[in-house]
Nanobody, 122 residues
Framework: QVQLVESGGGLAQAGGSLRLSCAASGRDFTTYAMAWFRQAPGKEREFVAVTLQSADITMYTDSVKGRFTISKDNAKNTVDLQMNSLKPEDTAVYYC???????????????WGQGTQVTVSS
């Protein structure tokens, strides 16, 4: 059974940091694109970052460039999102996703985690 399980969410102050982790199990994700999306209340789910380690490619949405870093550890089957210089507008439920190709659109991803809440106070 394929599972993506996020952890590491919580409450942070503006300017602070959080590190999210996604543990993947149930199949070999070595060649999968692993991404993070987020969804704020009343808004659509949006792309945050993606990594395709086999091609040494990472992509970020403009609003998090220079602040967030996505990394994948194939040995541990995890993908992390280091979030620095957090802003109140980063508040959302963050989702881990896995897909067969590099994409910024949610429908391109096959597997999803349940999400973890990130709240940034001003």
């Amino acid at each position: 059974q394929v599972q993506l399980v996020e952890s590491g969410g919580g409450l942070a102050q503006a300017g602070g940091s959080l590190r999210l982790s996604c543990a993947a199990s149930g199949r070999d994700f070595t060649t999968y694109a692993m991404a993070w999306f987020r969804q704020a209340p009343g808004k659509e789910r949006e792309f945050v970052a993606v990594t395709l380690q086999s091609a040494d490619i990472t992509m970020y949405t403009d609003s998090v460039k220079g602040r967030f870093t996505i990394s994948k550890d194939n040995a541990k089957n995890t993908v992390d999102l280091q979030m620095n210089s957090l802003k109140p507008e980063d508040t959302a439920v963050y989702y881990c996703a896995a897909g067969l190709r590099l994409a910024e659109t949610s429908h391109s991803y096959i597997y999803w985690g349940q999400g973890t809440q990130v709240t940034v106070s001003s």
